[in-house]
């Protein structure tokens, strides 16, 4: 019924976060967009850089099919009337989305994005935590990397400290890049009672009395079947345990290895726990 | 179909809506994905039985029922209802004990190979798939959960369908059974983990207790060497890399 169009008129940002599979972001607020500073390096990874943030801004973009042409009702489709330096209008709006997911990725690190993605976890907006023992711990979107075009979106729980992929098949083609690999880390640290509610599941449930059973008894580790996944999800509790965790403090493993070389030092550094954790392991069955 | 009357779901899975079986047309309802058909031997033994008269009344009418010895429309009209819910929560509970059994773990590891379970969420599994497992054998207590032989984790079901199910009906032995009897099943454990990141630094007590947790496993890597067992990139050992340098960082 609106005659007018203006009745209609979304603003580019907010029909991006309305649409299907994108509800996981924020709107940029304006100013951050505006300001050149949070936008430096990023002409260099979008093409059509200034046609994409026009978009972005809702200023009028001409796209090739915009442009004038010479003789319009020809069935043909001529070239002569196309612009060769104006993005067509599938273009741009792909050049519009990687643009501002990126922008996105360093929004959501400044104190406004921050506290508009707190919301949005406190809510729980990105799900809770499929873990049985994280309790309903609600998720944070995370990047595998800032690389656009590398990796879908992932979402980290900070009670079990581990990633998982998003429930709906819809977020399977989001970008990690856009949400990045800082931001859960940095909310986590902004937002301390996150470590709270964390610290009261943890306690909560003695987890390491989980492992599967066979008619009430534990499989030993001995076992061609046994557990051997246990120190993925441990804490330390026991004094032995507290004081090795201290001394992992800064090596041992080097810091940059998932656990890949077993060198002969630290092996030798081990050494001298073995007997002790044997003790424990028997304790446990 | 109005043996079904009391099943609040539209729909039916296609194939059941002409059979006349119980069996089929309880393992067509959306959200019984999990179960597996019992043959109907096994249920009109009463060795099997044991013990549940205690969890449901008319024990006998409801394995006629479920083996269609007995059609539930000829029943008295106001104990349809009762007696359909009994026969399906007999189902379940004669279901987790089937489980146990060489027929029902082989009946349960197509399912497995079939992704019927779903698989785990954790990207480090990378799609491995999942075991209903109960947190206590009585009927009642705890709902479904499923079970990660990769991460060695419980995971809540995705749907809600299969969230309300049972526990009991699948109980606490089916996991360790089903690798019991099929070890080659066994995955290889994944040993990577994941470190949150600020600005391409790892988060200092993330890492520490990172550091800490290889080193419980190179702990029990040693222990396990000693027991005599292998597990360098065989099924119950670990994923080992082949150098560093093949694990450089993709960032
Ligand atoms: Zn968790
Ligand atoms: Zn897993």
Not at chain 1, 38 to 51: A, I, M
Not at chain 1, 153 to 181: K, M
Request: aromatic share 12%; net charge negative; with cysteine.
């Amino acid at each position: 019924m609106s005659s007018d169009p203006e009745d209609d008129y979304v603003p580019w940002i907010q029909q991006f976060c309305e649409s299907f599979g994108h509800d996981y972001f924020v709107p940029v607020a304006q100013e951050f967009i505006e300001d050149d500073f949070n936008l430096t390096g990023l002409s260099l990874q979008v093409p059509y850089y200034r046609e994409a943030l026009y978009t972005i801004l809702d200023y009028q973009v001409e796209t090739s099919e915009d442009a004038p042409t010479t003789n319009a009702g020809n069935g043909l489709r001529s070239g002569s009337g196309k612009r060769s330096d104006l993005p067509n209008k599938l273009l741009l709006s792909h050049s519009a989305e990687l643009l501002y997911g990126l922008i996105h990725a360093r929004y959501i690190i400044s104190k406004p994005g921050l506290t508009a993605m707190a919301s949005k976890f406190e809510r729980s907006e990105f799900g809770i935590c499929p873990r049985y023992y994280c309790d309903g711990m609600h998720l944070i979107p995370v990047g595998a990397t800032d690389i656009p075009g590398q990796e879908t979106v992932r979402l980290y729980c900070p009670c079990c400290s581990d990633i998982y992929l998003p429930l709906s098949s819809r977020y399977l083609n989001i970008d990690g890049a856009f949400f990045g690999t800082t931001f859960p880390g940095l909310l986590v640290k902004m937002f301390p009672e996150i470590e709270n509610q964390c610290k009261l599941r943890i306690n909560k449930v003695n987890q390491d009395n989980f492992g599967i059973r066979l008619f009430g008894f534990k499989i030993h580790e001995s076992s061609a079947t046994g557990p051997r996944m246990k120190w993925l999800r441990q804490y330390p509790a026991l004094e032995e345990e507290r004081r090795e965790y201290a001394e992992c403090e800064l090596e041992l493993p080097p810091a940059n290895d998932g656990g890949v070389d077993m060198s002969v030092s630290e092996a030798s550094e081990i050494e001298p726990d073995f007997d002790d954790d044997r003790t424990m392991a028997s304790e446990g069955i | 179909m109005s043996a079904h009357g009391n099943n609040n779901e539209p729909f039916t899975d296609s194939s059941s809506d002409f059979t006349e079986y119980w069996i089929d047309l309880f393992l067509g309802i959306k959200g019984n994905e999990y179960f597996c058909d019992i043959d109907d031997d096994y249920i009109r033994d009463r060795f099997n039985l044991t013990g549940l008269n205690q969890e449901v009344a008319k024990l006998p009418t409801l394995v006629d029922i479920i083996t269609d010895m007995v059609d539930i429309e000829l029943q008295p009209e106001e104990h349809r209802d009762s007696l359909e819910h009994n026969a399906r929560v007999l189902y379940g509970l004669v279901h987790a004990r089937y489980i146990l059994t060489q027929r029902g773990l082989n009946k349960m590891f197509e399912k497995y190979k079939n992704g019927d379970f779903g698989y785990c969420p954790r990207v480090n599994c990378q799609l491995h798939p999942l075991l209903p497992v109960g947190l206590e054998d009585l009927p009642r207590s705890t709902s479904v959960k499923l079970y990660c032989a990769k991460c060695e984790d419980l995971y809540n079901p995705k749907s809600g369908r299969h969230a309300i199910i049972d526990g009991a009906y699948f109980g606490t032995s089916f996991p360790a059974m089903f690798f019991q009897n099929f070890t080659h099943a066994m995955p290889v454990h994944s040993k990577e983990t994941y470190v949150p990141k600020v600005f391409g630094f790892k988060v200092h007590e993330h890492s520490n207790l990172d550091r800490w947790r290889s080193l419980q496993r190179r702990k029990l890597e040693t222990r396990l060497t000693g027991y005599g067992i292998d597990i360098h990139n065989t099924s119950g050992g670990f994923v080992e890399e082949a150098a560093p340098e093949a694990r450089a960082e993709t960032t």
